[in-house]
């Protein structure tokens, strides 16, 4: 019979007992034994003076070595490749996502297409113009008029305009001016990299030479004395196997990073000994002023990493005033937990800091990538290993990418980051995630080897190579704008086709390819990229080709300008036309262009004062539109006073005012009003939040703040965004009980994560009906508790107000009863609740796109045949407005969470694992009001519960709550 038991005895909760649970109880420290802190903090640097070769060489001269050496056999060159230890081949469970989910996650595209190639010409290739060597590892930098070219084996120069080579060498004869015989600085040059120094206007290239074949190791470094390299280079070789400067070792410099900020020159080599184990990172911090010095000593910082677990750091190149410099690597130490990371360095007043770990998405740990295959051939293509490849800071933030695979280990593909270094954190539970991350990856082809490049408008590019057994080898590439979606890039394109199937092992068992390539930012705009990359262009040939494109964004920059104070006036641009809206006004410019703005005060008020502007001059300020940029004027009146409105929180809302309009910009508004006016300010929250308070006021209430403007005057609004579970429509979410055996129901009334109250609702004795999710589904704004009845398969409702219950509705039921409820939310964002649904036998997914009570539509869901995997949870964990599913393995106390575009799965992602599988996860809102779901735990044995307050996808702290020893009650929402 379908009723509820409204009339047994309310039951409250009587006692609770404050317990002592820790956050090492519930998090990924009690389940992996890593510990906390690890790497040494503050580690200053050892300031070197040390004797070391100088040369200042024209291309000319460099020329002349290559004509006047005696015509030799070619050469045949295997750089090797060194890893810092093998990994087990097996990859481990804890690094794997099910492969249902799995499967799931395609390579997120913003369904934009890539740009088109504006230039695009041959480079470099094996036979033809480089020493054969394999690989060639890729790599260039584009200057103003030319591009550079360095691969293992030759330079070259090129116009970027017309795709004219107009220098091409040997590295040997690059370096040769150093001493090219044997034992000296250029005798065995290897592993490349060139960048051009935006600060300085030039190239700076370097390469390491000699290797575990000698006792020395040299690193090479050259600077051109203009941004034509074409001219004159100034050449150092320092002596990489002499620690702190004197101490002979015999050990190696290998795999060079290179970055760079506005005074130094950054370099990271891994340092092997003459056997090929690796034995610690020396990094180099060089002060440009010595690299444009002919001294014949030259005056570095030498930092020397010994813990074993840092391997390839990858300095950034910086770009703009006042950016830090980064170094970025695998976390070894932390690459077999459940959960994978980066670590951070800094350098900071010759100080080396371990800034600490990054959470990012997980990938397989494998001592080798797998081999891609190709067209036309069995034998396949070496992509190497995990190892960061390349890094950028702008803006503060921090880029970088690196080859991975699919969860199976069975396919590469391409893994990118966007980080603020601010989140890295020593201690793992605290690790911060990136800002975005994604992949680029394809149903067929591998991508291997990318690099990656920002320019000035926030917009990402990735170079990268790519094959199939359908595809030859060639290069690709894609980018994405400031304002895709985040964690996207746009489709991939090709860069160049391969012609052949491509193997080449000379004397190893590798065919190999890469190791790196290069991407990077025309600095003649600072928004044109430019990528190099690999490609077989024979059967036994690599070749290099060049591609330059520009994102859409990079075609108009957008100017904003806002007029604020007392006063009143007029901004007119010398060219174009401004757009305004209230206060603030837009237009649009094309890159490069220079705009004057003229301020003109109306009667009564005076222009005060400009800011944002490139220059200023009395009343006009003068802006170029390398990037989007906002000016900001200030006019004044003394008989006028400013009432400033600001809106903050998580939600949204209006604000209106008794005098005046609020002229808003984003969420601050202004209005100018005679001095002494009294002002009643009106806030009136949007759906999905509330309002929750004013500050600043001279008299407030509910929903009403009143000011006398004696003065400029400021005043906050809060609106918060509602949250799951809030049964008193305070901002704050509750806790709701059932008692399993009475039937009892009751809430815990929250103040963020504190109980101080409890309220009860009707007992419904009947315990076959299950309390399975909370949502608002009657558009009153207080959630009603959904209920399924376990034998017959009915669904209903009771609609509460005010943590009370008023009515209750039936919804169509299900009488197939494997289907289980196991979250709520508005997946298809149109304002009302959805409910998702598992099979308990079969696995499959579905969810009910419900209008109301009613059912709209019904879709599936990709199914997950492994039932250990409970989904326990929804909420919009990465903050992109759609509602995420979260997963707990009951066997395995693996966590992960569906990232949803919608109610499409985008991709998925492990949150720390809590092995102990009697704690359950009960409970998913947002506590602290932060704008993430927090995850409430309870231990089914002993009945202790927590909170993890989380930041996205990783927990930043755990807050006991009260223990319930009568395990009979159980938190059934909100979820």
């Not at 070789?237 to 002979?248: E, H, K, W």
């Not at 990938?363 to 990538?369: E, F, T």
């Not at 759906?687 to 009403?704: E, I, K, L, P, Q």
């Amino acid at each position: 019979m379908k009723t509820f038991n409204k009339y047994a005895a309310v039951v409250v909760l009587s006692a609770v007992i404050m317990c002592g649970v820790s956050y090492a109880e519930v998090s990924k420290e009690s389940v992996t034994g890593v510990p906390g802190t690890y790497g040494v903090q503050g580690t200053p640097g050892n300031v070197i003076t040390q004797q070391a070769p100088v040369s200042v060489v024209t291309t000319e001269e460099m020329k002349k070595h290559d004509a006047l050496q005696p015509v030799k056999p070619p050469k045949k060159r295997i750089i090797p490749l060194k890893r810092r230890h093998n990994h087990s081949t097996a990859v481990p469970d804890v690094n794997q996502l099910p492969p249902e989910l799995q499967s799931v996650v395609p390579g997120a595209s913003s369904g934009q297409q890539a740009p088109s190639l504006l230039t695009s010409f041959t480079g470099l290739d094996l036979n033809g113009n480089a020493s054969h060597a394999i690989p060639p590892d890729t790599m260039g930098a584009a200057g103003p008029v030319y591009l550079m070219t360095i691969v293992n084996g030759a330079v070259a120069y090129y116009n970027k305009s017309t795709g004219a080579r107009t220098a091409h060498i040997t590295d040997g004869a690059f370096w040769a001016s150093l001493g090219s015989g044997s034992g000296e600085p250029a005798d065995g040059v290897f592993d490349p990299k060139v960048i051009y120094d935006q600060y300085l206007g030039r190239f700076i290239a370097v390469e390491l030479a000699l290797g575990n074949s000698s006792t020395k190791s040299y690193i090479l470094v050259g600077i051109s004395s203009t941004s034509d390299p074409n001219g004159t280079w100034t050449l150092h070789a320092i002596r990489a196997d002499l620690d702190n400067g004197s101490t002979q070792t015999t050990n190696w410099a290998d795999y060079p990073g290179v970055g760079m900020d506005e005074n130094n020159l950054y370099i990271s080599v891994n340092m092997f000994n003459t056997s090929g184990s690796f034995q610690y990172v020396k990094s180099y911090a060089i002060p440009k002023t010595q690299l444009t010095s002919t001294a014949s000593t030259i005056t570095y910082s030498e930092f020397i990493n010994n813990n074993a677990y840092d391997f390839t750091l990858q300095p950034c190149a910086a770009f703009g005033s006042g950016q830090s410099v980064y170094f970025v690597s695998e976390d070894y130490l932390n690459s077999t937990s459940s959960a994978s990371y980066l670590k951070l360095f800094t350098i900071t007043n010759n100080t080396w800091t371990t800034l600490g770990s990054i959470h990012v998405q997980t990938y397989p740990v494998v001592s080798s990538l797998p081999s891609a295959p190709q067209l036309g051939s069995s034998e396949k293509i070496s992509t190497n290993d995990t190892r960061v490849l390349n890094s950028v800071c702008r803006g503060g933030y921090l880029w970088a990418t690196q080859s991975v695979t699919n969860s199976a280990a069975t396919k590469t593909e391409v893994a990118w980051y966007q980080i603020n270094p601010a989140s890295a954190s020593t201690t793992l539970a605290s690790a911060g995630t990136p800002v975005q991350q994604g992949r680029v990856s394809d149903p067929n082809l591998f991508y291997y080897f990318p690099s990656i490049a920002v320019n000035s408008a926030g917009d990402a590019a990735l170079g990268f190579s790519g094959s199939s057994s359908s595809t030859y080898a060639g290069g690709y590439y894609t980018a994405r704008l400031s304002t895709d979606a985040a964690g996207t890039m746009q489709s991939v394109a090709q860069l160049v086709a391969g012609a052949a199937p491509y193997y080449l092992t000379y004397s190893g068992t590798e065919n190999r390819w890469g190791d790196y390539s290069a991407t990077t930012v025309d600095p003649s705009d600072d928004l044109t990229f430019w990528t190099i990359q690999e490609y077989a262009k024979g059967s036994t040939n690599w070749g290099t080709w060049w591609g330059s494109f520009k994102t859409s964004s990079s075609a108009q920059q957008t100017l904003t300008v806002t007029m604020s104070g007392s006063g009143s006036g007029t901004v007119t641009p010398s060219t174009g036309s401004i757009s305004w809206t209230g206060n603030t006004g837009t237009a649009s410019y094309g890159a490069g262009t220079q705009v004057v703005l003229t301020a003109a005060a109306a009667s009564g008020s005076t222009v005060t004062s400009w800011s944002g502007c490139d220059t200023t001059s009395g009343s006009t300020c003068t802006v170029t539109m390398s990037t989007a940029k906002t000016v900001s004027v200030v006019f004044t009146n003394p008989s006028n006073a400013v009432l400033t409105v600001v809106k903050q929180g998580t939600g949204s809302g209006t604000v209106t005012s008794s005098t005046g309009t609020l002229s808003w910009s984003g969420k601050t508004g202004t209005v100018t009003i005679g001095k002494d006016t009294q002002v009643t300010l009106t806030s009136a929250a949007a759906s999905g939040s509330v309002f929750t308070s004013w500050s600043g006021c001279d008299n407030a209430t509910s929903t009403t703040c009143t000011v006398a403007m004696t003065a400029d005057r400021s005043v906050t609004a809060v609106f918060t965004k509602k949250v799951s579970g809030d049964f008193l429509l305070n901002g704050n979410a509750d806790i709701l009980w059932r008692n399993s055996y009475s039937g009892a129901n009751v809430i815990w009334t929250m103040t963020t994560t504190t109980p101080p109250g409890t309220l009860s609702l009707p007992s419904n004795t009947d315990t076959n009906w299950e309390i399975v999710g909370t949502a608002d589904f009657t558009s009153n704004g207080y959630p009603a508790i959904l209920w399924r009845h376990k034998l017959y398969g009915y669904n209903a409702i009771w609609v509460t107000s005010i943590g009370s219950v008023t009515s209750a509705q039936f919804l169509p039921g299900v009488s197939d009863t494997t289907w289980k409820i196991v979250g709520t939310g508005d997946f298809d964002n149109d304002s009302y609740a959805d409910i998702l649904w598992r099979n308990s036998t079969t696995g499959n997914v579905a969810l009910w796109l419900m209008t109301g009570t009613s059912v709209k539509s019904a879709m599936m869901l990709p199914t997950v045949s492994d039932t250990n995997w409970d989904i326990v949870g929804t909420g919009d964990f990465d903050g992109d407005s759609s509602i995420d599913v979260l997963w707990r393995n009951k066997s395995t106390g693996y966590n992960v969470v569906w990232l949803m575009s919608g109610t499409t799965p985008a991709s998925a992602q492990y949150i720390a694992a809590v092995s102990d599988t009697a704690w359950k996860i009960t409970a998913v809102s947002d506590f602290n009001a932060d704008g993430y779901p927090d995850i409430v735990w309870s231990n089914s044995v002993v009945g202790a519960n927590a909170i993890w307050l989380m930041n996205g996808l990783s927990a930043a702290s755990a807050v006991s709550l009260p223990t319930v020893s009568d395990t009979t009650w159980k938190i059934v929402g909100p979820k």
